[in-house]
Structures are given as structure tokens and as C-alpha cells.
């Protein structure tokens, strides 16, 4: 990998101190929501200076189908969603997700032909990456409970796991020495037992992720290896993880999300995490079939959550306490279609077409890329099944940082080739 070189006039150096303030804030991103902030601000910034400049002649060969993929599903996401908060006019930031991704994608694209090549780009970045994998262990270890996480816990290390999926793939060539290596796989590992500690059962998706990539990578260079092995190992890695919850600790609160499913459906016990979320999925499907196509829109979702067993008698009212405190409905799909019907669904739909599409793009021209892509797509809709992520700011800006790195570092790699997924 390229070494970061400073020396030169101040003009040159330009665009490696512009990456290097960028590194540093995902260095710092786990720590501090202004922090990744303020990396995502200063991509957008940089791709307004990027439009009024001339593209960068070395670096007109350079594909941005996948860019213009990702760009086309921002839109698509955004005008979906502006219509439905037309028809629905809820709260004014309803649309923060939709535009912050869609201005970070039109950034990006700006910057794909005026950025130092991508191996400059790398060699500023999955250092930065690795640091911030380092400062989220830190993060979980110094913070006394994971309600004071940044943001919210459960995007929080889905955001983390993002940067371990942008980690990982370049790792399986051979394009870093052995010292790099060891201290990238460090990296990850720490990354991996920050998800851990945070007990954010969305995240976990991350480790079956990446036992399928170490998988499908030794069958691409071991041709006894065999799609029924990769299978096997991929279960036994999901076995290794549900016999924490026999641990008497649970430290992974595996048992207990168990147990409170059970209780729920057994006894009408609602007033558990995922008790809560067994309810509030049954009255947004409730809600999905009486207006499927545009929805109930936010207000009356909340009024429904507020006022949730209210007119039962006191026992079951009470069961009810922890819903009513809710704000959303705990799965991004549910709680799309139930404020903005198949329109506000398919809105949520485009982002996920747009990182299948970006990844396919990428499978030609940047193998390592599109396997980075792909592990980001894995884990946004994984992770939404159980959390309405997208509420949260922290988690836009940590999407929309996370593919952009992943864009603007796709294309020539040193070390062994690498076959498409």
C-alpha cells in the first residue's frame, strides 16, 4: 500500500491534508456524534469544490457506474419520502436520513475523478478505520452503561460493524506486509469485542458476515473447500454464539431476548425490549392493512404508540407502559410502510437496491469493493429488522460515510487477484 507522503509544495499536498483531516475525524467518529459529523460535512463540502473544478486527467479512467447507482437510489429514496411527508406533513426533520445520504452520494460522485488515486485514498483511510475501531473499544470500556453510548446503542455499533465490513475484505489479499496485517486484524478484533460489550443484538450479524467472507475466500483458493463446508462452518459460528446464552452471565443478553419473546407471546408480558417489540409489530401490521398505500403518517403512528392499551383494564394497561414510551415500531420496514404505506416502504427499499446495485457494479471492476459493499448491504438490512435505525442522525451520516469510502477507494489493488462473490 501506498505511504502517505506530505513533501512538495503547499499545493500539492492540497488533497493528502484534506484526507488526512478526514482520517481523523472516522478516527475519532465512535466517540463523538459531531465528530462524524463533521467528516460527513466535509465530504459534502469537498464535493461542491470538486464540482467547479476540471476532472483529474490521471485519474479519468477510473469507473463511477456504481457511483452514479448509489447517486440514482438516494434520489429515488428521497423523492419517495418528500412525498410521503407532503402528504403527511409530520415533523421537519422526518427527512434528514434520506437527504443526508443523498448529499454525501452527490459528493462523492463529484470526487470520484478529482481525488488522488485510490491507493492514496486507502492508505489515508483503513488506517483511520482501524483507529476507529480501537477508539470504540475505548468508548464501551470508559462508559458505564450502553444507553450513554453515542447516538443510540444499537446504531451505534451497527455503524461500527459498517467499518469492520469496509475492514475486513482488503485484508484477504495480499496487498498489506505482514506487520500491517497483524495490527489490521487487531483492529478488527477490537472492533468485534467492542460490538460485543455494546450487547446490541442488531450487530452481531457482522461476525456470521464475516465468517462467510473467510469462508468463501479459502474456497476461492482451496478448490477441496466446497459450498456444503462453507455452510457448516457459517452454523457452527451461529452455535459458538447462541451458547452464550447458556453462560449463567448471558453476557450477550441472547437468553434474555429469548426469554422475553417467549413471555410475550405466552403470557401477554409486553413490557420487556423485545416484548415492546412484538406488540408494536402486530399494530403497525395492524396499521399496514388499513392503508396500505400511503400509510396512517407519523403523527397518528405516535398517537397509536402514546395511547396503547389505554382503554384496557389496569393489568393489561400496564403491560403496555414500556410501548407507550416508544417512538417508532423497532423494524425500518414496518415502521416505513406504516407512516408512508408501500410509497414510504419503497423508500426505504431504494437504499437497500442502491447498495445491491453499487456492489454489483463494483464486482468487475474492484472485486475487494464490491465484497465491502455487499457487507455494508448485509448488515443495513439485517439490522433493521429489529430497529428503525434511520431515525437516528448518527446512523445516516455513519452509512452515508461508509459507502463513500468504499467508492472513492475503488480501483487498482496491488497483491493476488481476488474472484467476484
Known sequence: MTVPDFRGTPRARRPETWLAVL??????????????GAAWLLICLAGVVAFFKAPNTAGSDRHDAASKAWVVACAVSAVLATAVWLYWPDRPDSLHAEFRLLLAAMATHQ??????????WRAFTLPAIALACMAALGMVVTTPDRLFLPSNAIPWA???????????????????????????????????????????RAAYGVLLWAVWLFAT???????????????????????????????????LRLRLAWNE????????????SMGARIYVWSLAWKSIQESPWIGVGGRERLRRLKEAGLELPDPQRAQLAVV???????????????????????????????????????RQTDPVASRQMQGVLFMHATAGLTNVNMAHNYYAIMLSLSVALILAGAGSRSGSPLQPA
Not at 481523523?24 to 465528530?35: E, F, H, Q, R, V
Not at 459450498?227 to 451458547?243: D, E, K, P
Not at 419473546?261 to 420487556?272: F, L, P, R
Not at 423497532?330 to 410502510?337: G, K, T
Open 23 to 36: 482520517g481523523l475525524g472516522i478516527a475519532l467518529s465512535p466517540a463523538n456524534t459531531k465528530i462524524a
Open 111 to 120: 470526487l470520484i475523478r478529482r481525488l488522488p488515486c485510490p491507493e492514496t
Open 158 to 200: 451497527v455503524s461500527l460493524a459498517f467499518l469492520l465490513c469496509i475492514l475486513l475484505p482488503p485484508l484477504l489479499r495480499g496487498e498489506f506486509s505482514a506487520v500491517q496485517r497483524r495490527w489490521y486484524f487487531l483492529s478488527l478484533a477490537t472492533g468485534g469485542i467492542a460490538i460485543l460489550l455494546s450487547q446490541s
Open 217 to 251: 475466500n479459502w474456497r476461492k483458493t482451496h478448490s477441496r473447500i466446497h459450498l456444503r463446508n462453507v455452510a457448516v462452518v457459517t452454523l457452527m459460528a451461529a452455535m459458538l454464539l447462541g451458547l452464550s446464552a447458556w453462560l449463567s452471565s448471558d453476557p
Open 261 to 272: 419473546v417467549v413471555t410475550a407471546e405466552q403470557d401477554g408480558n409486553y413490557k420487556t
Open 324 to 362: 407507550r414510551k416508544l417512538g417508532h415500531v423497532h423494524n425500518q420496514y414496518l415502521h416505513s410502510a406504516m407512516d408512508g404505506g408501500l410509497v414510504g416502504l419503497a423508500s426505504a427499499l431504494a437504499v437497500l437496491a442502491g447498495l445491491g446495485a453499487a456492489a454489483f457494479r463494483l
